[in-house]
């Protein structure tokens, strides 16, 4: 019967917001925090859509570019977009922000204080991941190369993971970054609430331990010490989703040294991460096996986030290439859909999904940062619709819950009355 209940409210107040008669939910001011498997924002579930943009901060660092920062996180908003993921990093050459070891580019860096900035004025949170897999900007292979021009005896760039020289050097790009006091808003890292998370890596991966061991200590590790600088935000380690041995066959035919399950029961992590390229994965699959993978993909660990992790899942990367289709948006509006779909289906009834974050988005006149992937919201139309849909149906569930909190506080105040008036 309480179920029942519960439906007809849940329809009741859906009309209702639909009809837009919305009682006040506060301003997303305030850290994202996690409450089981939910994301909580000043009390209420939140629900992350959004994008990724690795370039900000490149963009951010030239002044007379700065406008295509404001301008995507404009576009983003009109859309309903309220979070965003990209670098806070980029080591070794051209325009780095990290020239070597323990010295800044101050320009770059004013490059990602103006990015904070300006998200915060949008609505916009932010997860900012501190270090990449790939060699694209640095990344772990230029960490082992600064330490082998020290003298360390380096095997393979996955000694990023174990060798205590290089970890010294990213603990100290971690406390550098979370400590950093933002030239625009005066406001340092660690305690701005603009950040939702960090990321420990984009794309973890240790194929040379494929016993996981690797991954799963640095994660520990560097979770532990993160959390000691920074206790107000979420971390979370960056991870595509890959399982370990136990759930091998759950992979798309490769393992990468992770572990879905066990890498996010480390302590430290506060939610877990997928990413979603069957396009990349299942390269002699046809388009409908893939989106049959997606589904399969989606579902699984929306499930195992829910009922072996107990924490949120966020869908931090997803998309497929148009190219593969003479740029024809309809087979990616399908997979954005799809995924959509599954997000909406587990956050609608309290699970463990709480968002997706599609690559990439684009502003006009970036052609060269085109990969196939990108979404420019003007040029394509039925694509943003999809996204600005998706904004609308989590933000509603956001307000369901807000106008329920609002009635259990009403009832309560109204029992102490009616008490204080018997007595």
């Not at 035919?253 to 939610?271: E, M, R």
């Not at 390229?277 to 195992?304: M, R």
């Not at 989590?394 to 329920?404: E, F, G, Q």
Request: charged fraction near 20%; glycine fraction near 8%.
């Amino acid at each position: 019967m309480m179920k029942h209940w519960f439906f007809v409210v849940f329809l009741v107040l859906c009309v209702t917001l639909e009809q837009g008669i919305l009682l006040h939910v506060e301003a997303d001011a305030g850290f994202v925090k996690v409450k089981g498997v939910q994301l909580m924002l000043n009390g209420s579930p939140y629900y992350a859509n959004g994008f990724n943009a690795y370039w900000l901060m490149y963009f951010a660092s030239d002044p007379s570019q700065r406008n295509k920062v404001s301008s995507t996180f404009q576009e983003a908003a009109n859309h309903g977009l309220n979070i965003a993921r990209t670098w806070a990093f980029s080591d070794g050459g051209y325009k780095p922000l990290q020239y070597s070891p323990g010295s800044y580019n101050e320009e770059m860096f004013q490059g990602l204080d103006f990015v904070i900035a300006e998200a915060r004025k949008y609505g916009i949170k932010l997860v900012l991941s501190l270090v990449n897999n790939y060699e694209n900007l640095g990344g772990k292979k230029q960490y082992v190369e600064w330490a082998r021009s020290q003298g360390q005896s380096i095997n393979s760039e996955d000694d990023f993971f174990t060798n205590p020289v290089v970890k010294g050097y990213y603990k100290n790009h971690i406390k550098t970054v979370l400590t950093r006091r933002n030239s625009v808003t005066g406001v340092t890292y660690k305690d701005d609430p603009t950040i939702m998370a960090w990321e420990l890596m984009n794309e973890i991966r240790c194929p040379s331990d494929q016993s996981g061991s690797s991954v799963q200590g640095w994660i520990s590790e560097m979770a532990s010490y993160l959390k000691s600088i920074d206790g107000n935000h979420l971390l979370e380690a960056g991870l595509e989703g890959f399982y370990g041995k136990s759930k091998a066959e759950s992979n798309p035919n490769f393992q990468v040294g992770t572990d879905f399950i066990a890498n996010n029961q480390i302590s430290g992590i506060d939610f877990a991460t997928v990413h979603s390229y069957p396009d990349q994965w299942l390269t002699s699959s046809g388009y409908e096996d893939q989106i049959s993978f997606l589904s399969g993909w989606l579902n699984e660990h929306i499930q195992d986030a829910q009922n072996i992790l107990h924490k949120p899942l966020l869908f931090a990367e997803f998309g497929i290439s148009t190219k593969t289709f003479g740029g024809n948006s309809t087979p990616r509006d399908r997979f954005f859909d799809t995924v959509y779909s599954a997000i909406y289906s587990s956050a609608s009834g309290g699970g463990a999904a709480v968002g997706g974050l599609f690559w990439q988005l684009l502003d006009q006149g970036m052609d060269s940062f085109r990969d196939g992937y990108e979404v420019v919201l003007g040029e394509n139309p039925s694509t943003a619709t999809l996204i600005a849909q998706q904004s609308q149906k989590l933000n509603r569930i956001r307000k369901m819950y807000a106008r329920l909190r609002n009635i259990e506080k009403w009832n309560k105040a109204r029992e102490i009355r009616d008490t204080n008036g018997r007595n």
